[in-house]
């Protein structure tokens, strides 16, 4: 068992709809060490794949993308999930549908950000129905860039999302995946990693 699924299991709460609380060190109250832990293991799955930048979507992601970032010493880009004033320029929009929110957004990112040179780790929090990371990817595609591969805090193994986007052919390295968890036991069980 790894120091994410430990913690996991010693502050993660099962709620009812396959629902994950852990937002009381990931992604409400963010404990910068954990992270700083999930960075460096992001960068020693990754140590031998080009990353010149990190792209994540706001908000929960941006965290352990920016650890992440120190360990490679390369800057992040978050997806804003509506347009702002101060965008300006011409944007890569893509379409997606939140597991966590039950809703749909546009996700953007400023094209001056993103070009062909560019070798994309995508970093997100949680992974369900891989509906967030196919808009990312479609993000990079669109900029012409490479997808180095995509590191993902928590994975539900039990939701589709995993095996969409290892079926695309992407390195796809989850630091937890959730096989299964009973929301009235509490009990969580995790897939066995190499």
């Not at 800057?75 to 320029?89: D, H, Q, T, W």
């Not at 990112?109 to 967030?132: E, M, P, R, T, Y």
């Not at 808009?135 to 997808?147: F, K, N, R, S």
Request: hydrophobic share 45%; glycine share 8%.
């Amino acid at each position: 068992m790894n120091f994410l699924e430990e913690r996991i299991l010693s502050d993660g709460i099962v709620k009812e709809g396959n629902v994950l609380k852990v937002d009381s060190f990931l992604n409400h109250q963010m404990d910068i060490g954990l992270f700083d832990q999930m960075g460096a293991e992001f960068k020693r799955r990754f140590a031998d794949t080009p990353v010149t930048k990190i792209l994540t979507i706001e908000a929960s992601g941006i965290g352990i993308a920016c650890l992440a970032a120190r360990h490679f010493q390369v800057p992040v880009i978050f997806a804003k999930k509506s347009k702002s004033i101060n965008l300006e320029g011409d944007m890569y929009v893509a379409e997606v549908e939140s597991f966590t929110h039950k809703c749909k957004n546009n996700v953007i990112v400023a094209q001056k950000f993103l070009n062909s040179q560019d070798h994309i780790l995508i970093i997100d929090d949680f992974l369900a129905n891989g509906c967030a990371l196919q808009g990312l990817i479609q993000i990079v595609q669109m900029a012409g860039a490479a997808v180095s591969g995509i590191g993902i805090a928590v994975e539900k193994g039990f939701q589709p999302g995993g095996q969409i986007i290892r079926n695309l052919g992407f390195q796809l390295e989850s630091l937890a995946i959730v096989e299964s968890m009973d929301a009235e036991t509490g009990v969580i069980t995790f897939r066995e990693q190499a």
